[in-house]
């Protein structure tokens, strides 16, 4: 039994191997890329649009409402990266129900490059929204002494990330091979159903706690100013009512 | 019981446990935050959009204890480390 598609090897020279999990991931870019080049040529404004134009919109503005609602203030800067991360995971949990098909998500490497690339990410977005030394000193941010304890959490947060993802998707298509070899028929359809509906919540749970790690990044400078500024409107608004009663 | 057998029985009953032992406490916080997530709907409806999405986090983070100790089984099942070892070791003899 193939733990993850790391070990279907399709082509091998020397050491270069072309396994399953690289030939899986670049499909998936592929059709991703392919159909929003084909669904971006002829974009109209007026009410006569196609369908996938609409899927599309639909998409970007839920995405972009998302990270909104997490607490970024400008979703459009960071649509790009997080956008592309969701879609690329969604499709690679989607695509599993072709057969043959081996989800890219269900291999450690590829999980390790996402979580790589997030943790890649925030410094640069965080370093980006409040410098250098702004960015150094939220390291410190309670005491001093949490500066270990916060680069720890950096590190583990980044392993979670990736073992969370790698887990489950393999877990899915384990379970469903497994039943696949005990009874045949039904019952590993209804597995493949739940393993869709995972696939999907682990692609927004992935998108959600990067978009939670960049906000923690980015908004501690800004967090403190706002809490001042809240507590001096609560403090005019308590002085204003009772004046405005009499 | 040579080294082989006493490998492979270690690594399956390791397994069994690790499974059921490591799935006790996710289960059990699981169901307080989903009860918890719930009684707080229904005192707030209004914020259902951010509950929801902040218990859908949270379960995630639970989750992920029972799925390292997934993982950990199906690597002392299937991706034994010890167990490959002696399996090459027999195959060079």
Known sequence: ?????????????????????????WLVMLLLVISSIVITRKLSKNMRRT??????????????????????????????FLGSLFLFIAASAICTVFPGFEPPTGSLSCTVALALSVFVAVPLFGIEE??????????????????????????????????RLFGNMMS????????????????????????????????????????????????????????????????????TKPGSQQ | MDSITIIAMVSIITAGLTITIGVIG??????????????ALAQQPDASATI??????????????AIYCFVVSMILLFANPFWNYFIDLAAGI
């Open chain 1, 1 to 25: 039994m193939n733990l993850s598609p790391d070990q279907i090897i399709f082509w091998q020279m020397g050491f270069v191997k072309l396994n399953a999990t690289i030939v899986f991931t």
């Open chain 1, 51 to 80: 369908r996938w134009q609409n899927l599309l919109e639909m998409l970007v503005i839920m995405i972009s409402r998302q990270i909104e609602e997490v607490g970024l203030s400008n979703p459009h800067k960071y649509l790009g």
């Open chain 1, 130 to 163: 409040q410098g250098l030394r702004g960015y150094l000193v939220s390291y410190t941010k309670p005491t001093v002494i949490m500066l270990p304890f916060n680069i720890i959490s950096e590190l583990s947060r980044t392993l979670a990330l990736a073992v």
């Open chain 1, 172 to 239: 899915g298509a384990m379970i469903i091979g497994i039943l696949l070899s005990i009874t045949p028929f039904i019952f590993p359809i209804v597995m493949t159903l739940l393993g869709l509906l995972t696939g999907i919540i682990q692609a927004y749970i992935f998108f959600i706690l990067a978009t939670v790690y960049i906000t923690a990044a980015t908004r501690i400078q800004k967090t403190e100013d706002e809490l001042a500024q809240d507590s001096s409107d609560t403090i005019e608004e308590q002085d």
């Open chain 2, 26 to 39: 996710p289960s059990l916080a699981e169901g307080k935050a989903v009860a918890t997530a719930l009684s």
């Open chain 2, 52 to 65: 929801t999405r902040t218990l859908l986090v949270g379960l995630a983070m639970i989750e992920s204890t």
